[in-house]
């Protein structure tokens, strides 16, 4: 069972390039999350879905674009790459977003740098 | 909006020493509480979670943590540390319409 796949792990960007990070999950959840990791500030939700077709942004979508046209898909795009968005992307899937089935199961991270 | 509050960013303990790691929320209703770890270079681990019973979690490598409805606090705890359980400790929130919420995260570091 692989869980969460997110490609790539690492990459360096230039500065208005544009890039899109791969998460796939095979557990047949119906919520997946786009987080970004910075140091002492916690992860911050960039976009989530709850479900094929809808997606939702979360609280610092700016920047970014996320589709989910398959349950086990959720991809995330950069457009214009700038270094504020120098972090590290987490991706996440969980079967429910509230109850006992809440748990959020991550991948293993894809550490971005813009220059 | 709901919040979490990790006071603790830096914890220096050495091996055998008692670890308790404070969590507070803001939400008032009913919520989902969780306690993630992240070793050196990892993706996040589920250490524990509380959704509803016993106050009182157990979970996984000797850790627990304590639900405390009146302070909205969820402190996690582990009587004797180990090296091993260097890594950074995130405690997470989430309730009914609201996504899961991160707090800023604490670094624990062990000395052997």
């Known amino acids: 069972n692989a869980g969460v796949t997110q490609t790539p792990k690492f990459r360096i960007l230039k500065i208005g390039q544009s890039m899109t990070l791969q998460c796939a999950q095979d557990?047949?959840?119906?919520?997946m999350y786009w987080y970004r990791q910075d140091p002492g500030m916690g992860l911050k939700l960039i976009y989530y879905s709850v479900g094929a077709g809808i997606t939702d942004k979360g609280e610092v979508p700016n920047g970014y674009n996320v589709s989910r046209s398959t349950t086990e898909d959720f991809p995330l795009r950069l457009e214009l790459a700038a270094p504020s968005q120098t972090s590290v992307y987490f991706c996440?899937?969980?079967?429910?977003?509230?109850?006992?089935?809440?748990?959020?199961?991550f991948g293993q991270g894809t550490r971005l740098t813009v220059v | 909006a709901q919040s979490v509050s990790q006071h603790n960013h830096h914890v220096i303990l050495s091996e055998a020493a008692s670890l308790e790691l404070g969590c507070n929320y803001s939400y008032g209703g009913t919520v989902n509480l969780f306690w993630y770890v992240q070793y050196p270079g990892q993706h996040l681990q589920l250490l524990l979670k509380?959704?509803?019973?016993?106050?009182l979690v157990k979970g996984i490598k000797g850790f627990e943590a304590e639900f405390i409805k009146s302070k909205f606090s969820f402190n996690l705890r582990k009587p004797s540390v180990q090296w091993s359980d260097t890594a950074e400790y995130f405690c997470?929130?989430?309730?009914?319409?609201?996504?899961?919420?991160f707090g800023g995260g604490t670094r624990l570091m062990v000395k052997p």
């Open positions: 509380y959704f509803s019973g016993d106050p």
């Open positions: 557990m047949n959840h119906n919520y």
């Open positions: 996440a899937s969980s079967y429910e977003a509230t109850g006992p089935n809440t748990e959020a199961f």
């Open positions: 997470a929130v989430n309730n009914a319409g609201n996504m899961l919420t």
